[in-house]
């Protein structure tokens, strides 16, 4: 915990770490591994086929087939869960290496965007779904508290292609104070 005024240490408030991910310039991925010291991997719980509802958050017609993915980011050498992430997105939106390579990878979304150059814009969600929902049963089995979540879409050229709802877990609070002591 970091060092208050009086010297003695203070609880780290989630707060803090919600404006350090937002005034972040890069990707949720770049972020996270720049504070914890170690790569990320995706470890994908799920990747199946889903048809869009209507009023989705990809603006898509209802009927629309997309891909939904659950995914834990994870520590590569320390295998802490940091993140826990489920997204739906339209494969088709995307150039077909990226495609390819999310098809079949451990890697977070945010790194293969890098990868093939894509840098996609950032909007922020207000969904009964996303920030402040009730945290699903699969992050209680993982060991660790949420202790912040939001909601967002990434667009790629004017097009939504990524909804993402990502609940941030207890270590990467503990790596936000450590950073802060250090």
């Given at each position: 915990?970091?060092?208050?005024?009086?010297?003695?240490?203070?609880?780290?408030?989630?707060?803090?770490?919600?404006?350090?991910?937002?005034?972040?310039?890069?990707?949720?991925?770049?972020?996270?591994?720049?504070?914890?010291?170690?790569?990320?991997?995706?470890?994908?719980?799920?990747?199946?086929?889903?048809?869009?509802g209507p009023d989705n958050e990809l603006e898509a017609t209802a009927?629309?087939?997309?891909?939904?993915?659950?995914?834990?980011?994870?520590?590569?050498?320390?295998?802490?869960?940091?993140?826990?992430?489920?997204?739906?997105?339209?494969?088709?939106?995307?150039?077909?290496?990226?495609?390819?390579?999310?098809?079949?990878?451990?890697?977070?979304?945010?790194?293969?965007?890098?990868?093939?150059?894509?840098?996609?814009?950032?909007?922020?969600?207000?969904?009964?779904?996303?920030?402040?929902?009730?945290?699903?049963?699969?992050?209680?089995?993982?060991?660790?508290?949420?202790?912040?979540?939001?909601?967002?879409?990434?667009?790629?050229?004017?097009?939504?292609?990524?909804?993402?709802?990502?609940?941030?877990?207890?270590?990467?609070?503990?790596?936000?104070?450590?950073?802060?002591?250090?």
């Amino acid at each position: 915990m970091p060092l208050g005024r009086s010297g003695r240490l203070t609880r780290l408030d989630p707060a803090e770490l919600r404006r350090a991910v937002l005034d972040s310039p890069g990707t949720v991925t770049d972020f996270l591994e720049m504070l914890t010291g170690e790569p990320l991997v995706a470890d994908v719980v799920l990747q199946s086929p889903v048809v869009l509802g209507p009023d989705n958050e990809l603006e898509a017609t209802a009927g629309h087939a997309a891909t939904h993915r659950i995914a834990v980011l994870k520590g590569g050498t320390t295998d802490r869960p940091y993140v826990y992430a489920e997204t739906v997105f339209m494969a088709e939106r995307l150039p077909e290496p990226a495609r390819a390579q999310l098809e079949g990878t451990n890697q977070p979304i945010g790194r293969v965007l890098v990868a093939h150059g894509i840098h996609p814009d950032r909007e922020s969600l207000s969904t009964p779904g996303g920030a402040g929902a009730p945290v699903p049963l699969t992050v209680e089995g993982l060991g660790s508290d949420p202790v912040w979540s939001r909601a967002y879409r990434l667009t790629i050229g004017g097009q939504p292609v990524f909804a993402i709802h990502e609940w941030f877990l207890r270590p990467v609070l503990d790596a936000y104070g450590h950073q802060l002591r250090g």
